[in-house]
């Protein structure tokens, strides 16, 4: 999707502060049911966990930034890894090839499942928040000022 303009961030924000002021809707398992304004008896209803996501796109848009959905057995590259990773082609390769992350092979082409990026990746960042927490620790029995 291409990055929102000015007008569509405004919007985002106003709907996002109107989500924001409703109780946590996207936690319990059952449908939500939206109105849809301009139209006499035409609403919508939504299960809740989109909800959920429909506050996290708000959030992104109101940012400007552009957003892309791809179901998570969705394969890519690993270019389109590496930047998703926000790292190298060849540091995704060598992940792969260590077997950190799973891939198949599609004749000379590596494919990797969009599930297993994102895994590691939220592992990868469980791991640097420990490393993180660690080395405060470590400031703060040194008094270190931090």
Excluded: W
Excluded at 108 to 121: G, S
């Amino acid at each position: 999707m291409e990055r929102p303009n000015k007008s569509e961030q405004k919007t985002a924000r106003r709907s996002l502060d109107s989500i924001s002021r409703l109780p946590d809707l996207g936690k319990r398992n059952r449908s939500i049911t939206i109105e849809v304004s301009g139209h006499e008896n035409v609403s919508l209803e939504i299960p809740a966990k989109v909800f959920g996501l429909l506050k996290e796109i708000l959030t992104i848009m109101a940012e400007g930034k552009a957003i892309s959905l791809l179901p998570a057995e969705s394969e890519i590259s690993t270019q389109q890894a590496a930047e998703m990773l926000n790292v190298s082609r060849p540091h995704v390769v060598k992940l792969l090839e260590t077997h950190k992350i799973p891939f198949r092979k599609v004749g000379k082409h590596r494919r990797i499942l969009v599930e297993d990026i994102i895994a590691y990746a939220k592992q990868f960042q469980d791991q640097r928040e420990i490393a993180l927490q660690k080395l405060a620790e470590q400031a703060q029995k040194l008094d270190m000022g931090y």
